[in-house]
C-alpha cells in the first residue's frame, strides 16, 4: 500500500515530441503528488507539484495529470528538448496540514517511485 | 547562496574503515534527510531528521548512524562499511517537514559516490 509505482523506467524520445512518464499509488490516503527532476551528477531539484483538488496543473511545457479514481498521475513534456534529458522521479505522501505543533508527528515521509532515465534525441 | 553541500563528493574505502559523510545547509532549514540511491531502486531513505536532536529511521538504517547536534549539520556515518554500502548517497533539507506542500520542498546536495572494496 505504501508503493508508488513508476513506468518506464527509460525512455526515449525524439526532439519535440511529447514525453510521458506515469506513477500509480494505492494508498488512498495520499493527497500530494511531486515529481522530482535530477540532472546528471546533480541531486534532484522540485518540478512541480499536485494536489488531488485538481486533474491537471501546468507550468511552461511540464504538466501533471492526476486520475484519483484510477489512483494514477502522469508527467507529460509537451515540445520535449534536449536539455529535458534527465531523469524523472514521481513522488507521494500524506499531506499533514499543521493544526498544532509542527513536530508532532514525523512518520509522514515522501514515497518515492523508482525514476525514469529520459532522453530526448535531437 | 542557498545550498546543501556534501563531503566528499567521491570516496573510494575498504570494508570497515569507518568513514563519515558529511552534510551542511545554511537555509536554516529544520528537516533533512539522508538517502541513497542506486540504478533501478530509485531514491531510498536511511535517516531523517525533523530538529535538532531529533532523528529517525528511513526505509534503509541498517549499517548507518546519524546526528543532528547542530540545525545546520546532519553527517552520516559508516561505523563499518561493507561492498553493499556502496552508492551514491544524497542528503536533502526543507524548510518543513516533506510532506508540507511548497514549504516541504526538498533541497538535496549534489550527492556523494561512496565506492567499498
Known amino acids: 500500500q505504501q508503493q508508488v509505482k513508476q513506468s518506464p523506467q527509460s525512455l526515449i524520445v525524439q526532439k519535440g515530441g511529447i514525453s510521458i512518464i506515469n506513477c500509480a499509488y494505492e494508498?488512498?490516503?495520499?493527497?500530494?503528488f511531486p515529481w522530482y527532476q535530477q540532472f546528471p551528477g546533480k541531486g534532484p531539484a522540485l518540478l512541480i507539484a499536485?494536489?488531488?483538488d485538481v486533474s491537471e496543473k501546468k507550468e511552461g511545457r511540464f504538466t501533471i495529470s492526476f486520475n484519483k479514481s484510477a489512483k494514477q498521475f502522469s508527467l507529460h513534456i509537451m515540445d520535449s528538448q534536449p536539455g529535458d534529458s534527465a531523469t524523472y522521479f514521481c513522488?507521494?505522501?500524506?499531506?499533514?496540514?499543521?493544526?498544532?505543533?509542527?513536530?508532532?508527528?514525523?512518520?509522514?515521509?515522501?514515497?518515492w517511485g523508482a525514476g525514469t532515465k529520459l532522453i530526448i534525441k535531437p | 547562496e542557498a545550498q546543501v553541500t556534501q563531503n566528499p563528493r567521491y570516496l573510494i574505502t575498504v570494508t570497515g574503515k569507518k568513514l563519515t559523510v558529511t552534510c551542511s545547509q545554511n537555509?536554516?532549514?529544520?528537516?533533512m534527510s539522508w538517502y541513497r540511491q542506486d540504478p533501478g531502486l530509485g531514491l531510498r531513505q536511511i535517516y531523517y531528521?525533523?530538529?535538532?536532536?531529533?532523528?529517525d529511521k528511513g526505509d534503509v538504517p541498517e549499517g548507518y548512524k546519524v546526528s543532528r547536534k547542530e540545525k545546520r549539520n546532519f553527517p552520516l556515518i559508516l561505523e563499518s562499511p561493507s561492498p553493499n554500502q556502496t552508492s551514491l548517497y544524497f542528503c536533502?533539507?526543507?524548510?518543513?517537514?516533506?510532506?508540507?506542500?511548497?514549504?516541504?520542498?526538498?533541497?538535496f546536495g549534489e550527492g556523494s559516490r561512496l565506492t567499498v572494496l
Open positions: 536533502a533539507s526543507s524548510l518543513m517537514g516533506p510532506t508540507s506542500g511548497r514549504a516541504g520542498e526538498l533541497f
Open positions: 537555509m536554516n532549514h529544520e528537516y
Open positions: 531528521s525533523m530538529n535538532v536532536e531529533v532523528t
Open positions: 494508498n488512498t490516503a495520499f493527497d500530494y
Open positions: 499536485i494536489r488531488p
Open positions: 513522488a507521494a505522501s500524506p499531506e499533514y496540514v499543521l493544526l498544532i505543533a509542527l513536530w508532532v508527528d514525523s512518520n509522514y515521509q515522501l514515497i
